[in-house]
């Protein structure tokens, strides 16, 4: 091959790689996934699927951590279809305030993970994210 002919190929793919350096599209954010869970009412604490553990409805309520425990292992195993969820453990006195956040931790196949819980709105409802 001529050194001219090397030359050009050098520069088309240097040519190549700036421009896919300069690409307007953003890379794509990591995929994550969270459930909202709504609140618990009195009308439908029949119904664990959709509770979402709040304790009443006077100002600083916090979850209640049995039913939250409950909700989780209920979402993770049904929602996110996580195998050998083992014993899930949120903490008590947990705040019901918008754009708090906290840390359940959650034995999937004997081995500790960590679950993010959002609390979404000052109604009771939170999301749970994906295991860690």
């Known amino acids: ?6 030359a050009t190929v050098g520069l088309c ?5 700036t421009l896919a350096a300069c690409s307007d599209t953003p890379a794509p954010a990591p ?3 969270t459930v909202t869970v709504p609140p618990t009412t009195s009308a439908s604490a029949s119904t ?3 509770s979402g553990g709040s304790s009443s409805s006077a100002p600083g309520r916090v979850f209640d951590p049995r039913t939250m425990q409950a909700d989780v292992r209920k979402i993770l195993t049904e929602t996110y279809q996580v195998r050998e969820v ?6 008590a ?3 019901v305030k918008d754009g708090s956040t906290f840390i359940c931790t959650v034995q999937v196949g004997g081995e500790g993970k960590t679950v993010t819980i959002t ?4 109604d009771g409802r939170y999301e749970v994210g994906a295991p860690a």
């Open 1 to 6: 091959m001529s050194r001219r002919a090397v």
């Open 13 to 17: 793919c240097a040519a190549f790689a």
């Open 31 to 33: 995929a994550t996934k």
């Open 48 to 50: 664990p699927a959709t």
């Open 86 to 91: 083992g014993d899930v453990l949120c903490p």
């Open 93 to 95: 006195n947990q705040t």
């Open 119 to 122: 609390v979404t709105g000052d």
